[in-house]
C-alpha cells in the first residue's frame, strides 16, 4: 500500500499542508492514502436526501482500514422532478458535467482513491465514467432503493402509482381525490424509485460490471444493511490501493458482456444502453449497439419487475438479490466468471454461494418469461443507425405492429394531443427533434408514455422518438431512433400519415417509403435552429455531443 501522499510531503508542500490543519487535519492524516468521497447528496433528490448517512458510513470504513476520507460533492438533478418540461433536458447532459468535476477534484487534490456515492439515473454512470477515465483504485456504492407504496391494498410506485394515475384521471378511471392520495403513497421513503427503472438498473449493473459490492443493486435504503455495504465499501476501498486493483482492470470487454447480460435478465431500462457505451468510451473499450442485440438474442429475461412485472427491487432483494441472477447465468454458461472485481475476487467467486429463495421473481433459465432479454435493437429505413425498445414492457399483441404517423415537433405538442384524446387506437406517435443535439439533452418521454397506458392505450398505440424514455416506461415504445432529426435523419421527414410498421421480433422499424421518396424529402430537408440559446451549457452540449449510438458521448 501507498502509505504517503507524496504531493504533500517535503520542505516546499509546507503551504499544501498548512492549507489542510486549518480545516483540523493532522499530520497523521496527510502519510494515509488520500480518499475521496464523492457524495451526490441534496435536498431535491429522495434518492440522495439520505446520502451523508451512507457518506458517513463510507468515512467509517475509509478511516478504519488505514486511509484518510476527504468528502466533496457532485450535482444530481432528479429525472422524475425535471420531467414533461425544460428541465428534462439537463439530465443526461450532466452526465458529462458529473465526470468532468470529478475528474477535476480528484487530479486537482491528487487523491490516492475514490468511493463514490450517488443512486440517480446520471449520477451513476457519470461517476463510473470518471472511474473509468482517471483508473485509481474507485469503488462505486449506491443510496439503494425505497420502499415501494400500498393504495387500497395494491403496490404502488412512482410510475405504477402517480404518473400512471395522471392518465387514469384524464380518462376519469379515478377522481382527483383518489389521485391525490395516490401520489401521497407512491414513494413512502428515501431511495432510488422501486421499480426496475434506470437508477435501480444501473445500481444493478454495477454488481455485474465488478465496480460495485453484491448487494449494491437491490438492499433498500431505509435498512441497516445499506449502511453496513457502505462502511464495506469504505473499508475495501483501501484494500484495492493495496493491490493496486484499478477500474479498467475490472471493466473489462467481459465485464460489460456481462453487465448487458444481466440487463437483458432483469429487463432493464433501455437507458442503459446509452450508459454502459459511454463507460466503455472511457474504459477504452470497444462496445456498440450490435452488442446489446447479440447478448439479447441468448439471455432470456427471467425478472419481470415494475413497470413491466407486479414485483418490486424489494421482492428482487428478498428473492436473493443480483447475485441470485448471475449465479443462474453463470450456471447456464452465460456469464464470464473470471473477471476480476472490486471484492478483489472474481464475479464467479462472489455469486458462486448466491441462491434463489423465489422462483416467482427470479425464474430458473429453463422457465423464463420469454427467451430473449429485456432489450431489442430495431434498424430500418426509418433508423438506420438503430433504435431501442425495452421488450420485456411491450404487450404480446404490438410486437408487430402497424399503423400511421402521428407526427409532433415536441414532447409537449404529443402529450398535449395525448391528454387531449386525439391519439386514436392503431396510431404510432412520433416525436422527434428530441434527440441529443436536437433536444438538446434528449429527454425522457415518461409523460406521455404513461399518459398512453394510463389512458388504456397501450395495446393499441405505438409511440416512436430520436429522444428517449424513462426505465419506468412500458408498452411499445422505441427511442435513440439514430440518426437524430437534427442530424437529418429519416425520421425528420416522415408526415402525417405515413404507415410505420413495427417488428420487433424480426428487429424492423420502417416508414412505408420508397429510398426514392425518402431522398427526395431529405433533399427538401431543413436543419432548424437550435432550441438552447447561445452561451448556456446545453448550446455547447449540443454541438459536442454525438449519436445515441455511440452512447451520446462528446467528440471533441
Given at each position: 500500500m501507498k502509505k504517503v501522499n507524496e504531493t504533500y510531503q517535503g520542505v516546499d508542500r509546507a503551504p499544501h499542508r498548512s492549507l489542510f490543519y486549518a480545516m483540523g487535519y493532522l499530520p497523521e492524516d496527510l502519510k494515509k492514502p488520500l480518499i475521496g468521497v464523492v457524495n451526490a447528496h441534496n435536498e431535491l433528490i429522495p434518492g440522495h436526501f439520505h446520502l451523508n448517512e451512507i457518506a458517513q458510513a463510507v468515512k467509517l470504513g475509509v478511516s478504519a482500514a488505514g486511509g484518510t476520507p476527504m468528502e466533496f460533492p457532485v450535482i444530481g438533478i432528479c429525472d422524475g422532478i425535471a420531467m414533461n418540461h425544460n428541465g428534462m433536458k439537463y439530465p443526461l447532459s450532466t452526465r458529462e458535467l458529473i465526470a468532468d468535476s470529478i475528474e477535476a477534484m480528484t487530479i486537482g487534490h491528487q487523491l490516492n482513491g475514490l468511493v463514490l456515492i450517488g443512486n440517480c439515473d446520471k449520477i451513476v454512470p457519470g461517476m463510473m465514467m470518471a472511474a473509468a477515465r482517471l483508473n485509481i483504485p474507485a469503488i462505486y456504492i449506491s443510496g439503494g432503493p425505497m420502499l415501494t407504496g400500498s393504495h387500497k391494498g395494491k403496490t404502488v410506485d412512482l410510475i405504477r402509482g402517480a404518473f400512471e394515475g395522471v392518465g387514469a384521471h384524464v380518462e376519469g378511471k379515478i377522481s382527483a381525490e383518489e389521485l391525490e392520495e395516490i401520489e401521497m403513497q407512491s414513494c413512502p421513503t428515501c431511495g432510488s424509485c422501486a421499480g426496475m427503472f434506470t437508477a435501480n438498473t444501473m445500481n444493478c449493473l454495477a454488481e455485474a460490471l465488478g465496480i460495485g459490492l453484491p448487494g449494491n443493486g437491490t438492499i433498500p435504503a431505509p435498512y441497516g444493511q445499506r449502511r453496513q455495504l457502505a462502511k464495506r465499501a469504505g473499508i475495501q476501498i483501501m484494500e484495492l490501493i493495496k493491490e493496486n486493483i484499478r477500474p479498467r482492470?475490472?471493466?473489462?470487454?467481459?465485464?460489460?458482456?456481462?453487465?448487458?447480460?444481466?440487463?437483458?435478465?432483469?429487463?432493464?431500462?433501455?437507458?442503459?444502453?446509452?450508459?454502459?457505451?459511454?463507460?466503455?468510451?472511457?474504459?477504452?473499450?470497444?462496445?456498440?449497439?450490435?452488442?446489446?442485440?447479440?447478448?439479447?438474442?441468448?439471455?432470456?429475461?427471467?425478472?419481470?419487475?415494475?413497470?413491466?412485472?407486479?414485483?418490486?427491487?424489494?421482492?428482487?432483494?428478498?428473492?436473493?438479490?443480483?447475485?441470485?441472477?448471475?449465479?443462474?447465468?453463470?450456471?447456464?454458461?452465460?456469464?464470464?466468471?473470471?473477471?476480476?472485481?472490486?471484492?478483489?475476487?472474481?464475479?464467479?467467486?462472489?455469486?458462486?454461494?448466491?441462491?434463489?429463495?423465489?422462483?416467482?421473481?427470479?425464474?430458473?433459465?429453463?422457465?423464463?418469461?420469454?427467451?430473449?432479454?429485456?432489450?431489442a435493437i430495431l434498424r430500418g429505413n426509418l433508423a438506420p443507425d438503430g433504435a431501442v425498445v425495452k421488450q420485456s414492457g411491450v404487450e404480446p399483441e404490438m410486437m408487430m405492429h402497424k399503423g400511421p404517423a402521428r407526427v409532433f415537433e415536441s414532447e409537449e405538442e404529443a402529450y398535449g394531443a395525448i391528454i387531449n384524446k386525439k391519439i386514436v387506437s392503431g396510431d404510432v406517435v412520433i416525436i422527434r427533434y428530441e434527440g441529443p443535439k436536437g433536444g438538446p439533452g434528449m429527454r425522457e418521454m415518461l409523460s406521455p408514455t404513461a399518459a398512453i397506458v394510463g389512458m388504456g392505450l397501450e395495446k393499441s398505440v405505438a409511440l416512436i422518438t430520436d429522444g428517449r424514455f424513462s426505465g419506468g416506461t412500458r408498452g411499445p415504445c422505441l427511442g435513440h431512433v439514430s440518426p437524430e432529426a437534427s442530424e437529418g435523419g429519416p425520421i425528420a421527414i416522415v408526415q402525417e400519415g405515413d404507415i410505420i410498421e413495427i417488428d420487433i421480433p424480426n428487429r424492423v422499424l420502417r416508414v412505408d417509403l420508397t429510398d426514392e421518396e425518402i431522398e427526395s424529402r431529405l433533399k427538401d430537408w431543413k436543419q432548424p435552429p437550435s432550441k438552447a440559446e447561445e452561451g448556456t451549457y446545453l448550446y455547447r452540449y449540443s454541438k459536442l455531443v454525438t449519436s445515441a449510438s455511440t452512447g451520446a458521448v462528446f467528440k471533441y
Open positions: 482492470d475490472i471493466l473489462t470487454l467481459g465485464a460489460f458482456r456481462n453487465a448487458i447480460a444481466v440487463d437483458m435478465a432483469i429487463g432493464g431500462s433501455s437507458n442503459t444502453v446509452l450508459h454502459l457505451m459511454a463507460i466503455a468510451n472511457e474504459a477504452r473499450i470497444p462496445l456498440d449497439l450490435e452488442e446489446f442485440d447479440k447478448v439479447s438474442r441468448k439471455v432470456a429475461n427471467i425478472a419481470k419487475l415494475s413497470p413491466a412485472g407486479a414485483h418490486s427491487i424489494n421482492d428482487l432483494n428478498e428473492a436473493g438479490g443480483i447475485s441470485a441472477v448471475i449465479n443462474q447465468l453463470m450456471k447456464a454458461g452465460l456469464i464470464y466468471n473470471d473477471e476480476i472485481t472490486v471484492t478483489g475476487k472474481t464475479l464467479g467467486e462472489n455469486v458462486t454461494k448466491a441462491e434463489v429463495w423465489d422462483t416467482d421473481v427470479i425464474r430458473a433459465i429453463e422457465k423464463p418469461y420469454s427467451k430473449e432479454g429485456g432489450i
